[in-house]
């Protein structure tokens, strides 16, 4: 929340023993690494937009977690945040992305021909085909903190921009506040639709403030082949790019094709998006930090998903499983979405190669229990 | 009184300020009926002492437009002072939600003295519950939506200490919401004692349940008559309660407890908030003056049908609730009567309403027992 830039400085009238959180009952990253002593160091720091240590980690405090799902418990506010709360950020990052180190350099790769097959993905068991990520535009606070006057600037600024794609990629914005009822049933019939947070992950780290003010969906619509932007919702925006079937290639080509574009013409306007050599592109949850890309499909497993080396094997191919409703939702009817696992640290393409080859195998096992052989030769190594 | 111009950092003054004000076109609230350009314009840039901005004060009702039958305040205050420094538009709110009530002309009258009650020993063929609440904050400490985590403990502490000193049939014990054991958790849940954490969106959007369950907590004395819960919605609230229709010793109770509790405070050197412009100081500005709301739990099935119920209750100005509380629905025709209004009467006038109000309906439900009319009765007391 945007408290007065005066409230942190009369907080420090009390000692951090006094303001320190009880996080005795908690399980995220943020509550494993933030000890009385670094709450001491950091609590008087502020970024230039007045985001402080206290609202990078409400959302952790107010949150414990889950015995077995690790949350992250902290946000950033601006890409400073990221410099400022380092002593907190960096180790966070590192436990959560796999040992990134805070000299580690990330690289960005969105060039799809570096990408080896993957217009080929059975499409008898791969339904559908989806990549995502985010961007934040610089200079602009990220959606736990920014006002109400930022938020439409970056409508604004979207909308504009938006506008000047041509060719397949011509599309509309539907602003969540002025859609028409059957904008807005459309809408949710492509499942394009986003609603108001009701994770409370999101909504404690204020996020959801004066909502739907400034939120919209701009869309492609091209048979079925989509392309969307979700504009301040958890970031700035959010790219997507989907479609039926197995051609991930497709998706991946018309993903990067579009973000680029995309960034070009911000660029003309002058504005470009929040990006550094180490942490690739700052969003606004430290997990989704380097690429933001979860690229993933909803593929048939029912006898793999049953195999007790199913969880073994997707840790090994870096991937990982969510239910077909997206995050903390259950597999139904055999049918999961997998996706990869990880974000910072392996470029675009890179991800996208581990889900093609990974969900390639995953096929292929499918059909060996099927037809009631063993796949044990067809473990996988430790990627 | 001090204004520090202390408001949003630099940061955020870069936004014309018409891009600020929010957007309140599908709003049905008391603040949004009273929030003009010009209003917001001329406080916006203002903090209280304690840094509390009028966009954290107004966020609650942005976020939540309203209701088209039930109009919501909108607006919390962070703390004492939030009442004078944002006074351009809380006056305007205070006088709409409290039937016109001028803070800048009115006085309000503060009467505990329970002897003055008449009657007050209900039918309890028809009563089955008696209740008295209010609520009472800490001068000098921020309120719950703006409060850092060491007032917060300070509230408790203060609190805690204070009704350690209470005697007689006010003995009793403090129960704090992150040290309960299982079995006292129960028992509190049993006696329908134990408060949980906020759901409303009115509440959650307002800041109020950062950091939950810390510093919050259940007094009770041994008896189980009067009860206090620390940092929920308010620093305190005060409640004193009995099965039965002994309204009387209910209050008796309830105003002796207080003027008890009030004298242990100060003689550790700290008051409640009170002026003699609004009364006691809370949270929310529906609840200033007198913040009590003395209530029965009253069986009126023939009444609970009939098509003037809600204007009997108009005229004695009451109010009908379900048995769950606010915004609840009645069950077995047994309803939560209650007192419409908080502001420019006193306690005395407010719980002598409430009582000749239920007897009035109780004498309704008897007439309409025997096949006999009843009449609506006439404007109760100022409008």
Not at chain 1, 182 to 196: A, C, R, T
Request: proline share 5%.
């Amino acid at each position: 929340m945007p408290f007065g830039n005066t409230h942190n400085k009369l907080k420090l009238k009390y000692t951090a023993e006094q303001e320190y959180p009880d996080l005795s009952q908690h399980n995220n990253h943020m509550a494993k690494v933030l000890t009385s002593e670094m709450y001491a160091n950091l609590r008087d720091k502020e970024t230039s937009s007045g985001f402080t240590l206290d609202d990078v980690i409400q959302t952790g405090v107010d949150n414990p977690g889950h015995p077995f799902i690790m949350t992250v418990g902290c946000v950033a506010g601006d890409e400073e945040t990221y410099e400022v709360f380092k002593d907190l950020m960096d180790p966070v990052i590192e436990d959560r992305h796999g040992g990134y180190k805070p000299t580690d350099k990330h690289k960005t790769d969105l060039n799809p021909d570096n990408l080896q097959g993957g217009d080929d993905l059975d499409p008898n068991y791969v339904l559908s085909s989806r990549v995502r990520t985010g961007r934040s535009i610089r200079g602009f606070c990220l959606p736990p903190h920014c006002s109400r006057g930022e938020r439409r600037t970056i409508e604004n600024l979207s909308i504009e921009t938006l506008a000047s794609l041509e060719g397949d990629l011509k599309g509309k914005y539907y602003a969540l506040k002025n859609m028409t009822e059957e904008e807005q049933q459309q809408l949710i019939d492509d499942h394009f639709l986003f609603d108001k947070p009701v994770s409370p992950l999101l909504l404690a780290s204020g996020m959801a403030r004066d909502w739907p003010d400034g939120r919209g969906i701009w869309s492609v619509h091209n048979d079925s082949k989509t392309f969307l932007v979700w504009v301040n919702e958890e970031d700035h925006l959010r790219v997507i790019s989907m479609q039926k079937g197995g051609n991930m290639r497709e998706v991946f080509t018309r993903f990067c094709t579009g973000l680029t574009k995309i960034e070009e013409l911000f660029k003309e306007r002058g504005h470009e998006f929040m990006w550094n050599e180490h942490l690739g592109y700052i969003l606004t949850c430290p997990s989704n930090l380097g690429t933001g890309l979860r690229a993933g499909v909803h593929v048939k497993l029912p006898n793999v998903s049953k195999h007790e080396k199913f969880s073994e094997i997707l840790k090994r191919l870096r991937l990982q499983k969510r239910g077909t409703g997206g995050v903390d939702t259950a597999a139904v009817g055999g049918v999961f979405d997998i996706s990869n696992a990880d974000r910072l640290g392996f470029s675009e393409v890179e991800l996208v190669q581990m889900v093609v080859d990974g969900v390639n195998l995953l096929v292929e096992m499918e059909k060996r229990l099927e037809a009631g052989e063993s796949i044990d030769d067809m473990m996988p190594e430790q990627k | 009184q001090v204004l520090i111009f202390a408001g949003l950092s630099q940061h955020f003054l870069f936004f014309p300020l018409v891009a600020e004000f929010p957007d309140l076109r599908k709003h049905n609230n008391c603040m949004a009926s009273n929030l003009t350009p010009a209003i917001y314009a001329k406080l916006c840039d203002r903090a209280t002492p304690n840094g509390f901005t009028l966009d954290e004060a107004i966020q609650t009702g942005v976020d939540n437009p309203g209701h088209p039958f039930i109009k919501t305040v909108g607006m919390v205050a962070g703390d004492e002072e939030s009442y004078e420094v944002f006074a351009d538009l809380l006056d305007p709110v205070i006088k709409e939600r409290h039937n016109g009530y001028d803070p800048r002309a009115m006085r309000h009258p503060t009467d505990l003295e329970s002897s003055k009650i008449q009657s007050g020993h209900f039918d309890e063929r028809y009563v089955l519950s008696s209740r008295v609440r209010t609520g009472r904050s800490i001068r000098g400490l921020s309120l719950p939506p703006a409060c850092t985590r060491a007032e917060r403990r300070e509230v408790e502490r203060v609190v805690v200490d204070a009704l350690s000193g209470l005697k007689g049939d006010l003995t009793g014990k403090y129960y704090s919401l992150t040290q309960m054991t299982e079995k006292e958790q129960q028992q509190l849940i049993d006696d329908h004692f134990l408060f949980d954490k906020p759901v409303s969106p009115l509440l959650t959007c307002a800041g109020m349940a950062r950091d939950w369950p810390d510093a919050r907590g259940i007094w009770h004395n041994n008896e189980k008559t009067f009860l206090i819960w620390v940092n929920e919605e308010d620093h305190t609230r005060v409640i004193s309660m009995e099965k039965g229709g002994n309204m009387k010793r209910v209050f008796e109770r309830f105003c002796r407890g207080l003027k008890e509790v009030e004298r242990l405070i100060q003689e550790r050197g700290w008051e409640f908030m009170w002026n003699e412009r609004l009364g006691y100081i809370l949270t929310c500005p529906s609840n200033l003056g007198t913040g009590l709301r003395a209530g029965v739990h009253v069986k009126l099935p023939l009444l609970g049908k009939d098509p003037r119920f809600s204007k009997i209750l108009d005229n004695l100005r009451l109010q009908k609730r379900g048995t769950g509380g606010v915004d609840t629905a009645a069950v077995g025709g047994v309803f939560d009567i209650s007192n419409l209004d908080r502001l420019g009467q006193s306690e005395v006038q407010l719980v002598q309403t409430v009582i000749d109000g239920v007897n009035y309906l109780i004498e309704c439900e008897k007439r309409l027992e025997k096949g006999q009319d009843i009449k609506v009765p006439n404007c109760f007391g100022p409008k």
